[in-house]
């Protein structure tokens, strides 16, 4: 067991996050302006505190003693806010979490990036040199948001260079993440419904149709903590689900959405996803237990609970998982959270 302290923890993502590695025998802090009453959070220890105020984030971080640092608070909305606050705030929690951690000899220490940083969406076109999407891509963000992420993939980078490794450090990148209740119909980040987003496929193009079940953020994170003595440091790493959130193939698909893709789409066959989960598989030996055809009871071939469909034409077939461990019970209904209304505020035609 260890003792984590999670930066966002009243949020979306953070909510499950740590309800699962709760769940999974940790011992949990949030450190978050919001103090939420989501039932995910009850018996959780909830720190309020502003981190964009260096000292007071250091001095939360020195108190927590925690082994573990994963921080996720951020604007975590393209355009939800002035180009120039979402920079300065997300560059100003990243360096003053991040660094406050090294500063405090926490052992571990992971910060929540994201798929923005490779740059999809530019207004003047843009091209990757080939599908899927992963770690060797070259990021190229166009906007405030996906800059800021970029920038605390460099201060993990940066920070390694400072401790060596004595500290541990590590970046993911978690595609369009779906919490427990918004498989139920509850909004996603965009303010629409998983279902609207499969229904209408303009609504998850911008995000090129990726997800990734929070569930999976979890285990994925809590697998990551295990591994970090002895990978790499600084790694960054694709967080996805194992198909892409779509009923057509992306061979189709990304043409209509993404001017110029025939031919680099034309692998992207069957479930396929446009993002790859391969290095998080092949380093850490994690792999994504929900789908959204799992969760919609639409399993056929191609990804009943826990299916993978053909993804990268290995078609490799996941573990059957009901609902429990870190299922909804973890991820849970939502209660009310107090947060800024700028923070809140989605722009429909971009997304974190
Ligand atoms: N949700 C997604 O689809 C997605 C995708 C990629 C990356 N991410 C990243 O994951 C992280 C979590 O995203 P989310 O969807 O849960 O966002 P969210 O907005 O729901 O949660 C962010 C949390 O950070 C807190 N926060 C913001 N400013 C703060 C400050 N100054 N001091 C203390 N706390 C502060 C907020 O109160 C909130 O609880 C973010 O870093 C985001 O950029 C999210």
Redesign the pocket.
């Known amino acids: 067991m260890s003792r984590i302290a999670v930066?966002?923890?009243?949020?979306?993502?953070?909510?499950t996050?740590v309800a699962g590695l709760a769940q999974a025998g940790h011992e949990l802090i949030s450190?978050?302006?919001?103090v939420?009453d989501a039932p995910e959070l009850a018996g959780i220890a909830q720190i309020?505190?502003?981190?964009?105020?260096a000292d007071a984030?250091a001095g939360a971080i020195s108190d927590a003693r925690a082994d573990a640092l994963i921080?996720?608070?951020?604007?975590?909305?393209p355009f939800s806010a002035p180009e120039d606050v979402i920079l300065h705030?997300?560059a100003?929690?990243a360096l003053n979490v991040l660094s406050a951690g090294a500063g405090a000899g926490v052992p571990k220490i992971v910060?929540?990036?994201?798929?923005?940083v490779l740059g999809y969406g530019a207004p003047r076109g843009w091209l990757p040199d080939r599908f899927p999407l992963d770690e060797e891509t070259v990021p190229r963000p166009w906007n405030a948001?996906a800059l800021?992420?970029h920038l605390?993939e460099q201060t993990i980078a940066m920070l390694a260079r400072q401790t060596g490794d004595a500290t541990r450090f590590a970046a993911f990148?978690?595609?369009?993440?779906?919490?427990p209740e918004e498989w139920d119909g509850a909004p996603?980040?965009q303010g629409h419904t998983v279902r609207e987003r499969l229904a209408d496929p303009a609504l998850s193009a911008p995000?090129l149709f990726n997800?990734?079940d929070?569930r999976d953020v979890a285990t994925f994170v809590d697998t990551l903590l295990e591994a970090l003595p002895d990978i790499p440091n600084a790694e960054v790493f694709f967080v996805a689900a194992d198909d892409a959130l779509a009923r057509r193939p992306l061979a189709e698909l990304l043409p209509q959405f993404v001017p110029g893709t025939d031919a680099l789409a034309a692998g992207l066959t069957g479930t396929a996803p446009a993002f790859s989960n391969a290095k998080a598989r092949r380093v850490l030996g994690w792999r994504p237990a929900h789908s959204w055809r799992g969760e919609f009871g639409e399993g056929g071939e191609a990804g009943g609970r826990g299916e993978t469909g053909e993804r990268d034409g290995r078609g490799e077939t996941g573990e059957h998982h009901e609902h429990g461990d870190l299922s909804r019970s973890s991820g849970g209904r939502s209660g009310t959270?107090?947060?800024?209304p700028d923070?809140?505020t989605p722009r429909k035609d971009v997304?974190?």
């Open positions: 930066t966002g923890g009243a949020g979306r993502l953070g909510r996050l450190l978050d302006r919001a939420s309020p505190v502003d981190l964009t105020d984030a921080h996720l608070a951020a604007i975590a909305v705030t997300n100003a929690l910060t929540a990036s994201s798929p923005t948001y800021s992420k605390a990148r978690p595609c369009y993440v779906i919490a996603t980040q995000a997800y990734v929070a959270t107090r947060t800024d923070l809140t997304l974190a």
